[in-house]
């Protein structure tokens, strides 16, 4: 696929050639590239962004491409720590040239081009918003959802496990004696001779999370009944998961006109979308009074302004609210005090 990738952005190749006149015949962009630098930049980011693919969904030509490939990647850029919006805009960048190069290709076989990116989903000047799925769409959702993909989405929603981990999650890892979900790092793995978990979380990293809820603890007793230890307790692979999602979306829409009680339809905000909807889930349940969520919102305001966090509240309110909000980020696998995750989740 990496030479599939460099044989399409050969097509692009316009060095030392003015814009001008691409500009006047693409309708004022041009579709090429005129700096070897900026072309060399795109052409990493794009052999990156197949690679995932491959690796995450077996794809083996660029032409099998869809768009929730494009919007699963962005989804896994936008989860991890080292990566600022401004890069996945120039992420997005270059793979909307490798679209451009496929139309470009297709146009010489005189074949109808493949499309996999549509248009963009992140903005510099874009601010958080809520992306979580109400608790009606989270039920249509779960009706038209086969019966392995329900039970990922049970993870994500209940525990705000990534698809990868919910795709992967064995039994062994759910410790309902001390009411947890525990997946532990390979070295303390090796003591409990458990899976560990490298291959499963984000870099491997320890996972703990508890079971709050007597019928959570109920579904999952039944979830593990004719299982071994070492089985996945959800039958279907991450890449299949993202791609159902898509489809349930759709076939929720088409059941009914008007799929929500609004007389709207279902958008799909992605997979990650029930984390979510899980970290917003789970502030509430630990936050009783609803003290930390008004603290909070002050927060963000103060934030939004350019003004420090803490501004005009009180410091003991302000350390609670913390307290809290690390809990929930802890529990999806992040760090703690990272404001820009805070506001991605929670604002």
């Not at 399409?8 to 316009?14: C, D, I, P, Q, Y």
């Not at 903005?123 to 958080?128: H, I």
């Not at 795709?167 to 979900?181: C, T, Y």
């Not at 009074?289 to 420090?308: C, M, P, Q, S």
Request: glycine residues 8%; charged residues 35%.
């Amino acid at each position: 696929m990496t030479s599939q990738v460099g044989n399409v952005f050969e097509k692009l190749k316009r060095f030392g050639e003015s814009k001008y006149k691409y500009k006047k015949q693409y309708g004022g962009k041009s579709k090429f590239y005129h700096n070897p630098n900026t072309f060399k930049d795109h052409l990493r980011k794009c052999k990156n962004f197949v690679k995932w693919t491959r690796e995450e969904y077996g794809i083996k030509s660029i032409y099998n491409l869809e768009p929730h490939h494009h919007q699963a990647y962005v989804e896994y850029l936008e989860d991890r720590e080292d990566i600022t919006p401004g890069h996945i805009v120039n992420v997005e960048t270059a793979l909307s040239k490798l679209q451009d190069g496929m139309e470009v290709a297709a146009e010489e076989r005189g074949k109808e081009p493949v499309h996999f990116f549509v248009n963009r989903l992140v903005r510099n000047s874009q601010k958080p918003s809520d992306r979580s799925y109400s608790k009606e769409e989270i039920q249509i959702l779960k009706r038209n959802m086969s019966e392995e993909a329900e039970k990922a989405a049970f993870f994500s929603l209940k525990f705000g496990l990534r698809a990868r981990e919910a795709a992967n999650i064995r039994v062994e890892h759910l410790d309902l004696q001390r009411d947890r979900i525990y997946i532990p790092d390979k070295k303390e793995a090796q003591k409990l001779n458990v899976t560990p978990a490298t291959g499963i979380t984000k870099g491997g990293r320890y996972r703990e999370i508890p079971i709050t809820k007597k019928e959570t603890k109920k579904r999952l007793e039944k979830m593990l009944q004719g299982k071994s230890a070492k089985d996945c307790i959800v039958g279907i692979k991450v890449g299949s998961l993202r791609k159902e999602l898509g489809r349930t979306v759709k076939k929720a829409n088409l059941a009914s006109a008007l799929a929500l009680s609004d007389g709207k339809q279902i958008k799909n905000k992605g997979w990650h979308g029930f984390r979510h909807t899980f970290a917003r889930e789970r502030l509430l349940e630990l936050d009783k009074g609803g003290k930390a969520r008004e603290t909070l919102e002050k927060a963000l305001v103060n934030r939004d302004n350019g003004y420090r966090p803490n501004l005009g509240i009180r410091q003991e309110d302000y350390r609670e609210m913390k307290e809290k909000v690390n809990v929930v980020l802890s529990e999806l696998g992040h760090g703690g005090d990272r404001w820009q995750l805070i506001e991605t989740y929670l604002k």
